[in-house]
């Protein structure tokens, strides 16, 4: 896959150092556009429409961090730019959708927010993200629109190109100078003084067309990345749903029944249970034909999730006790689903202590997201515990990569979807996870069926 974020930010960065544009004799110089700019913003604040302040050219020369053309110069952000952030505006003024009433964009730190009533800005500009962890983002706004509070408005004189401006800034990465706090946030005053190239305008007009030439390309070559790896995610989807649809493998005679396994798990159930191993199982409802996703081989037996093992709602041992924490037993949190369909390392670890406090998990469990992004799973190949965010199956009896397939899969994923309370996030309780249904085959094509997946799922790899 090419990496077209990085070809982007090389190419700003050449176009912020001259080396992307040749230099023309004709252009002038920058030194003659600082000029102009100087008294064009002048005029302005002897007409009262701009603030006052005291431009020093000769401070954006000092200690500058790299060689330029000699037609350019370094100057602060705040001598050819006027900087200003827009106006508060409550939430309950905004508008998801564009409407008559409702008919002006509004802008905020991470760009548009929605729609409002009135616009308090004109024109196209730059505008600077100044709050949150994106800070320092640039995008663009044209025509009446409202900026907020978080949206810091460039300003441009004497024909600066305001494309240019704002592809320069974003090549500074503004977001460097941002304050380091839980809301980490940009002062105007600090913006101001960063130091930024400024060529003269007829070559910010041809970088700016170089650039857009160069991106133009580069998203073609996203869309058909895009294209390329949702095709092999359909590919890889489609395989595994024939793997857990007895389409992959040849269902054998020797191989027994679905029903006798079955029984065999019931049978290990009882005796775990009798020994006072695992909790006494609660009865599952009997399987309706409208329930059954697809056909299944004659010999497989569609069943409950919690019939084919134990299952267990995670929990976190209290944070008021610390002497819990920091032991090497795994306790893992939905994060950790991240790394693969076998994890071994943990977001955190618990002490003797806090392992006996926890819901305890022996390796080869399956491991499943129940609230937020639910359905996200994968297997522990160390004795663990989980969170109270997981739900988390240990099978009896049964193939613990199948498992996973056969819950990792559309069909499974719409049955927690369709059992999920909708509140602020997703959430699915454990009796209805409990209840959710999969195919199961015998055991030995169980273990047929993961060698299939796994020597065909690599060729799905972009």
């Known amino acids: 896959m090419i990496d077209t974020q990085a070809i982007r930010k090389k190419i700003l960065d050449l176009a912020l150092r001259g080396k992307l544009t040749e230099q023309l004799p004709e252009d002038g110089t920058a030194v003659e556009l600082y000029q102009r700019i100087q008294q064009e913003k002048s005029f302005q604040k002897k007409a009262g429409k701009r603030k006052n302040d005291e431009p020093d050219a000769s401070s954006a020369q000092r200690d500058i961090p790299f060689e330029l053309p000699s037609s350019w110069m370094w100057v602060e952000i705040g001598e050819i730019f006027t900087l200003q952030a827009g106006k508060n505006i409550t939430a309950d003024r905004i508008a998801d959708k564009q409407s008559d009433l409702y008919s002006y964009p509004c802008y905020g730190g991470n760009g548009l927010r929605g729609f409002v009533e009135q616009y308090n ?41 305001t494309i240019w401006a704002g592809l320069f800034l974003r090549a500074l990465n503004l977001n460097q100078y941002a304050t380091s706090v839980a809301q980490p946030g940009l002062a105007v005053n600090r913006i101001e003084k960063v130091r930024i190239p400024l060529p003269p305008i007829l070559e910010q007009k041809r970088i700016v067309e170089k650039i ?204 927690l979807n369709q059992g999920s309370r909708a509140t602020t996030v997703s959430i699915i309780n454990k009796s209805k996870f409990d209840n959710c249904i999969i195919p199961l085959p015998p055991l030995a094509e169980q273990k047929r069926i993961v060698a299939k997946l796994e020597e065909l799922l690599p060729l799905c790899e972009g």
């Not at 500009?125 to 994106?134: D, E, K, N, P, T």
């Not at 996703?293 to 267990?312: C, E, L, M, Q």
């Not at 199956?393 to 193939?399: E, F, K, M, T, V």
């Open 212 to 415: 857009e030439s160069s991106y133009s390309v580069l998203d073609t070559i996203d869309t058909l990345q895009s294209q390329y790896q949702d095709n092999l995610a359909t590919l890889k989807s489609k395989i595994i749903d024939a793997g857990i649809q007895g389409r992959l493998t040849e269902q054998l005679p020797e191989d027994g029944t679905a029903e006798e396994l079955y029984q065999q798990i019931q049978q290990e159930k009882l005796a775990l249970e009798k020994a006072g191993k695992i909790k006494k199982s609660k009865p599952l409802p009997p399987i309706s034909e409208e329930e059954k996703p697809f056909d299944i081989p004659n010999n497989w037996k569609w069943v409950r999730i919690a019939s084919v093992g134990t299952t267990t709602t995670g929990g976190t041992p209290s944070k008021e006790h610390p002497e819990y924490y920091g032991g090497d037993y795994p306790f893992y949190k939905p994060s950790d689903l991240d790394r693969g369909h076998h994890i071994t390392k943990a977001s955190e670890y618990l002490t003797e202590s806090g392992k006996e406090e926890s819901r305890q998990l022996p390796k080869g469990s399956l491991l499943v997201c129940c609230i937020g992004s639910i359905g996200k799973c994968a297997i522990i190949d160390k004795d663990g515990t989980a969170n109270q965010q997981i739900n988390a199956l240990s099978p009896i009896i049964c193939d613990s990569d199948y498992l996973l397939y056969a819950i990792d899969n559309n069909a499974f994923k719409h049955q």
């Open 121 to 161: 800005t004109s024109g196209l500009h730059a505008l600077i993200g100044r709050q949150g962890a994106l800070c320092g983002n640039i995008n663009f706004a044209e025509g009446d629109f409202y900026a907020t509070e978080h949206a810091v408005v460039v300003d441009v004189y004497a024909e600066t190109d």
